[in-house]
Nanobody, 124 residues
């Protein structure tokens, strides 16, 4: 499966962005999808994830109540709505997918497919 992220950009603190992860090549509805982010010198961290059915979700504690993940399997797309953005949310955001994960919150190395990343910059 091929993944393409979009929706990143520059926003002021308190603003919103919606990231999209569009998939092609396979039946996307079979895949668990995670949104990760990475800043220079730090390990890639899981920000949010959603099961193949959409019934289970995961959020990093620091984004709970501000970010919302959703998926539209008919459009082969997963979204990450990011509200009340903070400067510390600045990072490159990647979507990742895997067909066989039993849990969402696993190390990034266990996700098999990755997008190219999209930059999110939140100014103070």
């Amino acid at each position: 499966v091929q993944l393409v992220e979009s929706g990143g950009g520059l926003v002021q603190a308190g603003g919103s962005l919606r990231l999209s992860c569009a998939a092609s090549g396979r039946t996307f509805s079979d895949y668990t999808v995670g949104w990760f982010r990475q800043t220079p010198g730090k390990e890639r961290e899981l920000v949010s994830g959603i099961s193949w059915s959409g019934h289970r979700t995961f959020y990093l504690d620091s984004v709970k109540g501000r970010f919302t993940i959703s998926r539209d399997n008919a459009k082969n797309t997963v979204y990450l709505q990011m509200d009340s953005l903070k400067p510390e949310d600045t990072a490159v955001y990647y979507c990742a997918a895997d067909e066989y994960l039993l849990r969402i919150e696993v190390p990034y190395g266990e996700y098999d497919y990755w997008g190219q990343g999209t930059q999110v910059t939140v100014s103070s």
